[in-house]
């Protein structure tokens, strides 16, 4: 009788196990705590990230002060009843300015309401800017000369028209990047996922920079997502993503021109997260006081953008009350200007109302266009 031997299977040695495949999602995932180079106080911290040039942090800081007296001063011409609506960005200075100075000006901005600082940032001239926010039926600058989408409304669109463009610029061999601002409420909007997949799916050099002010007009970011912070969101679809404090201007400046150089080196989309605040109401419409206390408001007003990029640029010696106050007094002087100009009154013919509805005028169209008609021409009777 014979006994059949059975080889005894031994685990293989440490030396010769199988290395871990390294983990696919690590590049891709945003540092735990929001990158930060500034303390509130402004004072420097230590970090990997290079540093912007010291004249492009004077100039930033120049149009943050003219960009928030703009803010004011539109904030005011819509209680005088010039403006239909203003949706202020006081708070998000570091964000505004930050994008546009990340860019070149051949590079293309896709803007949602709360942009009007960026774009008058971008050297739109304030009254173009303001003239879809005064009732007007389109934008007062052209989209194509300043390479800059008319301000998005509906939430998310943008983010579609984005990934668009960028995709097909890069399919014509230009390097232009698209930059995509976004609200936190736009991320739990279809538009927002399409145009992120469809620019990671064709490495479509976009950035999509969301501004997380906390608030979609009064829900809180608590009621919108349960991810650690939206740039989690960047994984899901294979995309790099990095998350700021919005309310440092030198890491704002500095995340922002590291993810546009990944988008023009053809390395496809990026997603930046900017941790900020928004200081006034959702718009002028809105009754903040509602949703959220006023003790919130001034723990964010401790950490200011303007006064933290102030003071460290104060100890860089390449500001001083000299150099602040000539800023200030430009400022003033950009505000009167378009308080003056936003006195005069465009003339309008109510019945363009009724241009451009549909290529070729519908009857109802027609008979409503008469009505008007017929209304304003009686008015001018009565007058006389």
Same mark, same amino acid.
């Given at each position: 009788?014979?006994?059949? *031997?059975?080889?005894?299977?031994?685990?293989? *040695?440490?030396?010769?196990? =199988? &290395?871990? !495949?390294?983990? !696919?999602?690590?590049? $891709? $995932? %945003?540092? &735990?705590?929001?990158?930060? @180079?500034?303390? %509130?106080?402004?004072?420097? /911290?230590?970090?990997?990230?290079?540093?912007?040039? $010291?004249?492009?942090?004077?100039? @930033?800081?120049?149009? @943050?002060?003219?960009?928030?007296?703009?803010? =004011?001063?539109?904030? =005011? /011409?819509?209680?005088?009843?010039? $403006? &239909?609506?203003? !949706?202020? *960005?006081?708070?998000?200075? =570091? #964000?505004?300015?930050g994008a546009v100075l990340a860019l070149r000006d051949t590079d293309w901005v896709f803007p949602t309401y709360r942009e009007s600082m960026a774009l008058v940032s971008r050297g739109i001239d304030p009254v173009e800017v303001l003239t879809l926010l005064r009732g007007d039926w389109h934008c007062g600058?052209?989209? &194509?000369?300043?390479?800059?989408?008319?301000? #998005?409304?509906?939430l998310g669109t943008q983010c579609v028209h984005a990934a668009g463009l960028a995709y097909g610029e890069a399919y014509q061999g230009r390097d232009t990047v698209a930059l995509a601002f976004v609200g936190d409420g736009a991320t739990s909007e279809g538009d927002f996922h399409e145009g992120v997949n469809f620019a990671a799916v064709f490495k479509a050099p976009v950035v999509f920079f969301v501004q997380n002010n906390k608030y979609a007009i009064s829900v809180p970011i608590s009621r919108q997502t349960a991810a650690p912070s939206l740039a989690y969101k960047g994984v899901g679809y294979g995309v790099p993503a990095e998350q700021v404090d919005g309310n440092d201007p030198v890491a704002v400046l500095a995340v922002l021109t590291r993810a546009v150089a990944h988008a023009r080196a053809g390395n496809g989309p990026y997603l930046v997260e900017a941790h900020t605040y928004r200081m006034e109401p959702h718009t002028n419409a809105d009754d903040a006081t509602r949703y959220r206390d006023g003790a919130e408001v001034e723990a964010w007003r401790d950490r200011d953008p303007i006064a933290r990029l102030e003071t460290y640029l104060r100890t860089r010696e390449v500001l001083d009350d000299e150099a602040v106050a000539a800023i200030a007094a430009e400022a003033e002087a950009y505000a009167a200007d378009l308080r003056t100009r936003m006195h005069d009154r465009p003339a309008v013919d109510p019945l363009s109302l009724f241009d451009h509805v549909y290529a070729e005028p519908t009857p109802q169209l027609r008979e409503q266009r008469e009505q008007v008609r017929a209304e304003l021409a009686a008015d001018r009777e009565g007058e006389h």
């Open positions: 009788m014979t006994t059949t *031997s059975r080889a005894v299977r031994r685990a293989p *040695s440490p030396s010769r196990r =199988a &290395a871990t !495949p390294p983990d !696919p999602a690590r590049e $891709l $995932l %945003p540092s &735990a705590e929001p990158v930060r @180079m500034l303390d %509130p106080t402004g004072t420097p /911290l230590r970090t990997t990230l290079t540093e912007p040039d $010291l004249d492009q942090l004077r100039e @930033m800081y120049r149009r @943050m002060v003219v960009g928030r007296r703009f803010d =004011a001063q539109s904030t =005011a /011409l819509t209680k005088q009843g010039k $403006l &239909a609506v203003y !949706p202020s *960005s006081r708070g998000q200075e =570091a #964000c505004q300015v600058y052209d989209p &194509a000369v300043r390479h800059t989408a008319p301000q #998005c409304t509906p």
